[in-house]
């Protein structure tokens, strides 16, 4: 049998966490890494998968604010690919640096990076909270995106839907704007009136649409 397809789709032979399509991440487990849960399409090899706990401090915040990261915790000797409703996928490599990801665009970390909820400073539980992850130290972070990201450097003050905001360099400064009093429905979805404001020397990336939020709240 020949066709073009068993060619554009031949699993690739790279270490580590890599791409395995725009739209689909294929890790090579040695040991153990954390994912989303309900994102494995596939795997080989000797490999599990457990519930990872948030822990208590997580925990804590995760219960007051309605936000967390459903994790599990894969662990063994494979090949796991994972993927999230087809949505674009991008990896980010940490040297010793941190990052702040909205916790429903996270799909996968290395086990050697640090990670914690923070809340997005100027947002009250007005804003729906906005606990975020944080992630510090070295190695590797899969976020997927509802559509193709833009890259904004925000060395400008730079205003986000705060559903399309799905990552941020940690050293940015973060605030609150309304525009209640405007009574304009400016958001790409569904017209909230509150943005993420952001400022200083580093980069947010912002994707294509609020990140069908139905099938998010149910991951």
């Not at 994912?35 to 599990?48: P, S, W």
């Not at 990670?115 to 590797?140: E, K, Q, S």
């Not at 050293?171 to 952001?198: C, D, M, N, P, Y």
Request: aromatic share 8%; glycine share 14%.
């Amino acid at each position: 049998m020949r066709s073009e397809l068993f060619n554009q789709a031949q699993e690739n032979d790279l270490p580590g966490m890599s791409l395995q399509n725009p739209r689909m991440l294929r890790v090579v487990c040695d040991g153990e890494f954390y994912a989303r849960k309900g994102t494995m399409v596939a795997y080989q090899g000797d490999i599990d998968f457990a519930h990872q706990g948030s822990g208590l401090g997580r925990f804590t915040k995760k219960m007051l604010t309605g936000e967390g990261l459903p994790l599990m915790r894969v662990f063994g000797k494979g090949t796991v690919f994972l993927a999230r409703d087809a949505w674009e996928i991008h990896i980010l490599d940490l040297e010793d640096e941190s990052i702040t990801v909205n916790g429903n665009n996270v799909l996968a970390f290395e086990a050697g990076l640090e990670w914690d909820i923070h809340r997005v400073r100027g947002m009250g539980i007005i804003a729906g909270g906005l606990f975020n992850t944080v992630f510090r130290g070295r190695g590797r972070v899969a976020v997927a995106c509802h559509g193709t990201p833009v890259l904004l450097n925000a060395d400008q003050m730079t205003f986000v839907d705060t559903k399309a905001a799905v990552a941020w360099s940690t050293s940015l400064t973060t605030s609150l704007r309304s525009t209640v009093k405007a009574g304009a429905l400016i958001g790409r979805g569904s017209g909230e009136a509150f943005q993420l404001a952001l400022e200083g020397r580093g980069f947010v990336l912002v994707q294509a649409s609020e990140g069908g939020v139905r099938a998010m709240q149910q991951g």
